[in-house]
């Protein structure tokens, strides 16, 4: 069975990227997001069993999309991306308090210069 997956980052790197990783797998990319909007709208219509997200999108960012996704499609698993080490502190006890199964901050995956 294939995992349904959305991938909601501004960054075409991330996306072609993932979209690369997941070829040979059982992973199937229903869609793309570039704006929180977009990604709130597609995981409604589509209901992916997973959808990746960044924190920092436009016009809605990550957390608060998060919110509306849960309530209107519970069954989806949201990851959380950021370039950032940490969010906002109250945003942090927001996630982690109620609903995300993970947090994954991409900057620690870089090398240290």
Do not use: N
Not at 52 to 66: C, H, P, R, S
Not at 77 to 99: Q, Y
């Amino acid at each position: 069975m294939a995992i349904r997956l959305i991938v909601a980052d501004p960054q075409e790197v991330i996306r072609g990227g993932v979209a690369r990783l997941s070829g040979d797998t059982d992973v199937t990319i229903v869609a793309q997001a570039v704006m929180g909007t977009d990604a709130i709208s597609k995981t409604r219509r589509h209901k992916p069993d997973i959808l990746l997200m960044a924190v920092q999108l436009t016009e809605v960012d990550g957390f608060d999309g998060l919110e509306e996704i849960h309530q209107s499609v519970p069954h989806t698993r949201v990851i959380m991306m950021s370039t950032e080490p940490l969010p906002v502190p109250r945003k942090i006890s927001h996630v982690f308090g109620s609903w995300p199964r993970c947090y994954r901050c991409r900057a620690a995956c870089r090398s240290p210069p």
